[in-house]
């Protein structure tokens, strides 16, 4: 099955700071997903993105499927955003996602 | 539209009880998954379903049984617990397979002692 490696797998940041969190993967993707898992445990969806790049805030992603990689941009860090970041990438002909094992981000006051 | 609901939040079973964690989602999707989640483990596939009275294994199956009777629920079944079955479990939907958008549950938190 595909391979998904996420990194780095541990940053702490100051809040206001920016950071770039990496998504790579093995296989040809249909659509990847990134997730924010809260410190209370809920996985909430923050990006859909097969290719290109979206934006939503202070968020933002691109996946470039051709060279099996994508980006999470944090912009302006806030100790809300704090958590564990996963991406997902899924293919046409796989019924599920496979997850990277995270990136634990702890932004700090 | 409640999405995906997951019960119980919270359980804490003996070694050797059999529990149900239950699913229901509410987007008509076809596409229902189970997931679990340990430490350093990102989240392991442990069964899904791509339709009602289909299912198949995913890479934890072991120790565990699901159904689906419904397109709207898919309960996981713990048959006899064991405390390598601590956990958090995940229950997510799907419109239609890998490809498409996919959305979570809430979790259960399981502790076997």
């Known amino acids: 099955g595909i391979q998904v490696e996420q990194s780095p797998p541990d940053l702490i940041l100051q809040e206001g700071a920016n950071s770039t969190l990496r998504c790579n993967f093995s296989d040809s993707v249909n659509n990847l997903q990134w997730f924010h898992q809260n410190p209370w445990g809920q996985l909430i969806n923050l990006f859909y993105i097969p290719s290109g790049t979206k934006q939503n805030g202070r968020l933002s992603a691109t996946t470039v499927a051709t060279e099996r990689y994508s980006l999470l941009y944090i912009s302006s860090s806030q100790t809300t955003d704090s958590g564990v970041y996963f991406c997902?990438?899924?293919?046409?002909?796989?019924?599920?996602?496979?997850f990277g094992k995270g990136t634990m981000l702890l932004v700090s006051p | 539209n409640a999405g995906v609901t997951q019960t119980p939040k919270f359980q804490v079973l003996k070694t050797g009880q059999s529990m149900t964690l239950q699913c229901a989602q509410d987007m008509n999707h076809e596409y229902m998954s189970w997931y679990r989640q340990d430490p350093g483990m990102g989240l392991r596939l442990i069964h899904y379903s791509v339709g009602a009275g289909i299912t198949d294994q995913g890479e934890v199956p072991n120790g565990y049984n699901v159904s689906r009777s419904t397109t709207e629920d898919f309960p996981l079944r713990l048959l006899s617990a064991a405390p390598s079955q601590t956990s958090v479990y995940f229950c997510a939907s799907n419109l239609r397979g890998g490809n498409t958008e996919a959305f979570f549950g809430q979790g259960t938190r399981l502790t076997v002692v």
């Open positions: 997902a990438p899924g293919m046409s002909g796989y019924s599920t996602l496979t």
